[in-house]
């Protein structure tokens, strides 16, 4: 299976800009989409209200910290 896929635009100005795009993230992007979908549509949630919440809710993260302390082991966890 390919790791890394390389896009070239040609631009009109004669630079040409290239892009990579890593394949295993898209592909997991895709299907945890495509597994929401199903989701929505077997507990018959409107599918673009559910992605619209979770934009949303996406969104709004950044900024948040989340810090948990079990005896002598924590986990920070900061999302910018």
Known sequence: MPQ???VRVARPTGRAVRLWVPVLPVVLLILAALGAVVA????RIEVMR???????????????RVDVREGRTGVLVSIR
Do not use: I, Q
């Open 4 to 6: 890394l896929v390389t």
């Open 40 to 43: 929505c549509l077997v507990y």
């Open 50 to 64: 559910a992605f619209g919440t979770g934009w949303r809710l996406l969104c709004a993260m950044p900024g948040t």
